[in-house]
């Protein structure tokens, strides 16, 4: 079983930054892609950017230029720097990972979420 643990949140003013960090751990053979996703009260969930295992990142249009996504895989551990925020960032942000377990069928799994609040 593969658990994701995010950390980084809270509350920050318009135009500041924060970062977002989410290690995984368990039973790892490897991960393809890592990703932030992030659900506002009454939206659907969305994929804010997305990275492959060689360092590949997507990003969604309304964060280009303000978020960087970058992974560790030797640590197992995405991260997402979130400048120039803006209110409509809002939202609960889950790290979602998927790959390969040492043993058993390929997997895909979701953190608990972390709290992002964009607000003066």
């Known amino acids: 079983q593969v658990q994701l643990v995010e950390s980084g949140g809270g509350l920050v003013q318009p135009g500041g930054s924060l970062r977002l960090s989410c290690a995984a751990s368990g039973s790892i053979f490897s991960i393809s892609a890592m990703g932030w996703y992030r659900q506002a009260p009454g939206k659907q969930r969305e994929l804010v950017a997305a990275i492959t295992s060689g360092g590949s990142p997507n990003y969604a249009d309304s964060v280009k230029g303000r978020f960087t996504i970058s992974r560790d895989n030797a640590k197992n551990t995405v991260y997402l720097q979130m400048n120039s925020l803006k209110p409509e960032d809002t939202a609960v942000y889950y790290c979602?990972?998927?790959?390969?377990?040492?043993?058993?069928?390929?997997?895909?799994?979701w953190g608990q979420g972390t709290q992002v609040t964009v607000s003066s």
């Open positions: 979602n990972a998927a790959g390969r377990p040492l043993v058993g069928t390929p997997f895909g799994s």
